[in-house]
Every structure is written in C-alpha cells, then in structure tokens.
C-alpha cells in the first residue's frame, strides 16, 4: 500500500504563485511515477504533469507547460508541483496520483490517489 498527502493549496490571485506537496508513504519503492491531476466543478479530471522515479522524465498538459513544473525532493518520496503565472481557469481540486508504471500514469490509470487539495485563482 502506498499512502499520498498533499499539502499547499488555497486561494491565490490570477498571475500569482503556489508550490503543492505530496508526500508518499509505504511500499513506494514499487511506484515509478507520481504526478498531478485536477478536476474543475462540472468537469472531468484530467492529467496536469507527472515524473519518473528518477526524477529525469516529466511531462506536462500543454495547458499548463512553461507555467507549472513538477520536481521530486533528495528523498524521492516527495513530489511538489511550482505553479506560476496562475490563471482563474487553473482552480480545481488536484489530486496526487502513484503508478507503477509512468507510462500509464499520464492515461489516468493510477494505483493509488490522495484525498485532493483546492487551489482557487481569483480573477
């Protein structure tokens, strides 16, 4: 089992920044990927960046490349996601996703989630 928090959310005016946090717990040493997704109300979740094990492949939603960026702590069992140049449209909540295999990751087939935390962007 593999246990995900994620920590630092909350509200922030459009152009600002936030770093989320999500801290693993358990056997992650079986997961190579962790990333990010999101869900607006009204809408469906969909994919926001993700990294390997290593730490030496990310990926990203064309929505948010060149604004957000993903990176693991020394540790590896942190991941965080510096979010810039914030957008209204950006508000949802984002969940931490485990997978064991980074390739599925980004299709939404995750093993584990987090509880999801809410990132609010005033216009």
């Known amino acids: 089992q593999v246990q995900l928090v994620e920590s630092g959310g909350g509200l922030v005016q459009a152009g600002g920044s936030l770093r989320l946090s999500c801290a693993a717990s358990?056997?992650?040493?079986?997961?190579?990927?962790m990333g990010w997704f999101r869900q607006a109300p009204g809408k469906e979740r969909e994919f926001v960046a993700a990294?390997?094990?290593?730490?030496?492949?990310?990926r990203y939603a064309d929505s948010v490349k060149g604004r957000f960026t993903i990176s693991r702590g020394n540790a590896k069992n942190t991941i965080y996601l510096q979010m810039n140049n914030l957008k209204p449209e950006d508000t949802a909540l984002y969940y931490c996703?485990?997978?064991?295999?980074?390739?599925?990751?980004?299709?939404?087939?995750?093993?584990?989630w987090g509880q999801g935390i809410q990132v609010t962007v005033s216009s």
């Open positions: 990294i390997n094990w290593s730490g030496s492949i990310t």
């Open positions: 358990g056997r992650t040493l079986s997961m190579d990927g």
């Open positions: 996703a485990a997978a064991a295999i980074m390739g599925r990751l980004q299709t939404g087939i995750c093993d584990y």
